[in-house]
């Protein structure tokens, strides 16, 4: 039985897809804009049916049966992208989300003394 890990970093502007083996090599890697998709089009669910194709074609390749996922950023479209991949053929054993969390928010800049 062969694992790999699938790891999800969602930015402001883009999405990346890292592919390893249990070790930590890396295997595979793409992202949401390398799809010749820019600007709001790297966001519609196109781009993630082809990345998704990729991810799978690369698994079959790797001879990798099961993922680990690692989510890491915040991102209007992670659910939707965690949704397209459940209906792909790619079978997952764990998914962790790793993003961090500010404890008390970001500081308030003092105001200007005149």
């Not at 790297?42 to 680990?68: A, G, P, V, W």
């Not at 397209?84 to 500081?107: E, M, W, Y």
Request: net charge positive; with cysteine; charged share 25%.
């Amino acid at each position: 039985m062969h694992t790999g890990i699938l790891f999800l970093s969602f930015s402001s502007n883009n999405i990346h897809f890292l592919l390893t083996d249990c070790k930590g090599e890396i295997k595979a890697w793409t992202t949401a804009g390398k799809s010749r998709s820019k600007g709001v089009k790297k966001n519609l669910s196109l781009s993630f049916f082809e990345i998704s194709n990729f991810l799978e074609k690369k698994t079959k390749d790797l001879n990798y049966t099961f993922l680990h996922v690692r989510i890491k950023g915040w991102g209007k479209n992670k659910k939707s992208v965690f949704k397209i991949l459940k209906q792909s053929k790619l079978k997952f054993i764990s998914v962790l989300d790793n993003t961090t969390c500010p404890h008390n928010g970001c500081k308030i800049p003092r105001k200007r003394k005149l």
